[in-house]
């Protein structure tokens, strides 16, 4: 049986800062909230590696752009944003064959204190 290897990369943008107006009571979506992002892919950048050209891997620029594109559109739920985020990705770049996310909102109005709520996606190919 013939083996092909795989090379797997993964680019991570960690603490993507932003202040955005999500949230389910309207105060929130009045007032806003900061947010905290972390976006990943993985895809096989053997090429990148290689050439030393960013037309051979995903540029993280767009990715912290789609970012914050998606963040400014307001939404209920960060799940729903999140999936946004990582749709968007995977219909831009087709080299990724994996992406996730953390979305994480800090001080969430709750009747106890908590320093964040966070939700985790990954979405496949």
């Given at each position: 049986m013939?083996?092909?290897i795989c090379d797997m990369g993964k680019i991570l943008v960690k603490d993507i800062i932003i202040y955005a107006y999500h949230g389910c009571y309207k105060e929130e979506r009045q007032?806003?909230?900061?947010?905290?992002?972390?976006?990943?892919?993985?895809?096989?950048?053997?090429?990148?590696?290689?050439s030393d050209d960013l037309h051979d891997t995903v540029d993280y620029v767009r990715?912290?752009?789609?970012?914050?594109?998606?963040?400014?559109i307001p939404s209920k739920?960060?799940?729903?944003?999140?999936?946004?985020?990582l749709s968007k990705i995977l219909s831009e770049f087709s080299e990724v064959q994996a992406t996730g996310i953390m979305v994480k909102k800090m001080n969430p109005p709750m009747n106890t204190y908590?320093?964040?709520v966070q939700y985790h996606?990954?979405?496949n190919r």
């Open positions: 013939l083996s092909t007032i806003g909230s900061d947010y905290r992002v972390d976006v990943w892919v993985d895809g096989n950048f053997s090429n990148a590696e290689k990715i912290s752009d789609i970012v914050s594109e998606e963040m400014l739920l960060i799940e729903h944003v999140a999936e946004r985020i908590a320093e964040s996606l990954q979405k």
